[in-house]
């Protein structure tokens, strides 16, 4: 009984750690976004480029986040049931 | 609490499993039929029905409007893949477009409470395994000797690091994709979840079938719907086509460097050989 509930609070605390990762894109994006603004207000009839640039851009700075994300998704669902069907 | 006991975050649903052949490895011995499978023999079924209507009874003078839409993806995606791979590559737009609308629609599933074929790590990692492919196909046609010595550079020690980066692009395509679109729709049943509790603890009081209707779940989750399952899902669809493009388009200029080094090597070992005959 102790051990499950070692090995549940341990994947639960790390699924949270590893959601720090969100921090990183969140930041990065926020900047490119204020960027991408500044641009567009010095040259408004380059919008349409600068956005699709912009929105590719944010999504392969959200990659690293992404990986925080499916490690915590891993740690939540996959992790306890590996080893509490052993225990 | 009855929702939260409910609310579930779960991969695909098996639905059944053929055996093939017993006791072999790596998953051959069974073929497992799961929902994201069958949804997305669904969304194959629509492109091609969409198609099929789309291209039915064309004339040389668009008479129909379904010519002129279909006139009009058409133009746009070869002009997409043109713009971003180059005139050489004018023949991938087939494909490109495949891709796009086969994982635009699959997200586009999860609008209607529907498991989307993308929440399967398998199915993008198929695509991305696809895509892989093509791009170690297109450096190797530049020789497989400059191949795998573009692995040794700018140092020999460097090996391993480049192995494991030619291995990160498929992976970071498959997690990227999967990511977005699982994130989506695990924020949304949770979401979900939260509208039915608050409904519950507000109008629990009202008589029978009344205090059990989630009154909150109708029309506030579309805002979060709008953003997490169609801009989402739409968006990802675009920015894998996108990084498909650019991976084979820069293997493909490494591949033709690879061998136009070759070509200027040989040619300049004929010269000395004419000139060490004369």
Known sequence: MMENAIVLAGSAIGAGLAMIAGIGPGIGEGYAVGKACEAIGRQPECKGSVTSTMLMGCAVAETTGLYGFVVALLLLFVTPNMFLGKL | MNAIEQMQITGAKIYCEIPLIPGAPFGLDKLIISEAQVNSWIVILLVTILCIVLTRGMKVRPASRRQIIAEFLVEKASNFVRENMGESFASFAPFIAALMALSAFSSLMSIFRLYAP???????????????????????????GGYLKSFTQPIFILTPFNIIGELATPISMMFRHFGN???????????????????????????????????????????????????????????FAMLTMMYVSSAAEDGEAAAEARRAKKLRRQNKKIIQED
């Open chain 2, 118 to 144: 993308t929440s399967d790590l398998n199915t993008i990692a198929g695509w991305a395994i696809l895509v892989f492919f093509m791009i170690t196909y297109y450096k190797i046609k530049g020789g497989l």
């Open chain 2, 181 to 239: 679109i699982v994130s989506g729709s695990v924020i949304m049943t949770l979401i979900y979840a939260a509208l039915s509790v608050l409904s519950a603890a507000v109008f629990g009081w009202l008589p029978g079938f009344l205090g059990q209707f989630p009154f909150f779940q109708v029309g506030i989750p579309v805002v979060l719907s709008a953003y997490f399952d169609i801009f989402s899902g739409l968006l990802q669809a675009f920015i």
